[in-house]
């Protein structure tokens, strides 16, 4: 009975003991030394080897600090903290937003105002749809409103190609906006021709609508006026129409108003 007592009282230690031991295990993983900024290209004195719990596992982290100098960063790292494949861009893509900028993408620059950069909510990664408000060749139908791009990726708004932390507004006079070779096309031809608008859109919506342009006579009633009257005839009694109510939101900085029409 002691023989047993004493074995299976070595058991259960010697267990608990290598799970304390691979419980506390680490393996080294590469990360920033100080604080970096977005846009710079780490250096061997930028970065070192730290240790990681093994039983707590990173994806896309580097164990050798060869495998990410000279790679610019996409985003800012605070000191010791690990450096992730998202975090970096191509090696030799260059600083700034030269590194955000995928393979076979452009990024174009579009100039905005206050009001059609959605009143200063323009922030790096948000999504809009593009639309242009211009004159067809001819004029005979009058100007119209395209959507020309849906759901593209703002790179920079102003100089900024990093979220405000506090999500303030800011007035900017240039939009940066991520796109392929053909919309970058479409873009500047669209900006040439008319008034370019952006749409503020849903970081979860992706999806693309079939929209047509919309004309200047569809802002018109579609109703036909009333006949005039018949001398001494009695007009018909109207029925009372109930009128769809419009409320339109404003935004403007931090204050919001709202007009009913």
Known sequence: MAALLAGAMTYFFSKRLRLSRAQHATTGIVAAINDM???ATLTAKDVE???WPTNLSLAGSYDKVEDVVGKPLLYPLVAREPILK?????EGSGIGISGKIPTGMRATAVKSNEIVGVAGFLYPGSRVDVMVTYTPPGGSS????QTVLQNVEVLTAGQTIEPDPQGKPETVNVVTLLVSPEDSQKLQLASSQGVIQFVLRSGVDQKSVDL???RLEQL????APAPPPVP???APKRVAETKPVYIL?????NKRTEEKF
């Open 220 to 223: 018109a009633s579609d109703r």
């Open 212 to 214: 047509r342009p919309t």
């Open 142 to 145: 009058g100007p119209v409103t």
């Open 86 to 90: 998202r975090d970096l861009g191509v």
């Open 249 to 253: 939101e404003i935004i403007q900085g």
């Open 49 to 51: 080897v730290v240790d």
């Open 232 to 234: 001494g005839k009695k």
């Open 37 to 39: 900024p977005s846009g």
